[in-house]
């Protein structure tokens, strides 16, 4: 789920399957204050779960870059998960629809 709550601002949370089979739970606020084209630029900053080799598997905090492409209907979420410690970093690349 993503609430834009200005230009700039908005909220995420959501879950998934990470690449380790166990689920992620996340909350963030996703901060792009530049944009180029028709792209926001920013980053993503909040906390999430379920990676063992990072808090046993708890809550920690993360950070990320991303940049985000809305249209009037569908849009997408590119971010960079960065390589740290146990952790193989990634592409994060989340679809969405606007329900209204």
Request: no cysteine; glycine share 12%; aromatic share 12%.
């Given at each position: 789920?993503?609430?834009?709550?200005?230009?700039?601002?908005?909220?995420?949370?959501?879950?998934?399957?990470?690449?380790?089979?166990?689920?992620?739970?996340?909350?963030?606020?996703?901060?792009?204050?530049?944009?180029?084209?028709?792209?926001?630029?920013?980053?993503?900053v909040?906390?999430?779960?379920?990676?063992?080799?990072?808090?046993?598997?708890?809550?920690?905090?993360?950070?990320?870059?991303?940049?985000s492409?809305?249209?009037?209907?569908f849009?997408?979420?590119?971010?960079?998960?960065?390589?740290?410690?146990?952790?193989?970093?990634?592409?994060?690349?989340?679809?969405?629809?606007?329900?209204?």
């Amino acid at each position: 789920l993503e609430l834009r709550t200005s230009d700039a601002v908005s909220l995420m949370a959501g879950y998934y399957v990470n690449s380790m089979r166990r689920y992620t739970q996340y909350v963030a606020v996703n901060w792009q204050p530049w944009t180029l084209g028709g792209w926001r630029l920013g980053a993503a900053v909040g906390v999430m779960n379920g990676y063992p080799a990072v808090a046993r598997g708890g809550t920690f905090f993360a950070a990320l870059p991303m940049a985000s492409y809305e249209g009037a209907r569908f849009g997408v979420n590119v971010g960079l998960i960065p390589s740290i410690k146990d952790v193989d970093g990634a592409l994060v690349i989340q679809f969405k629809m606007r329900l209204r």
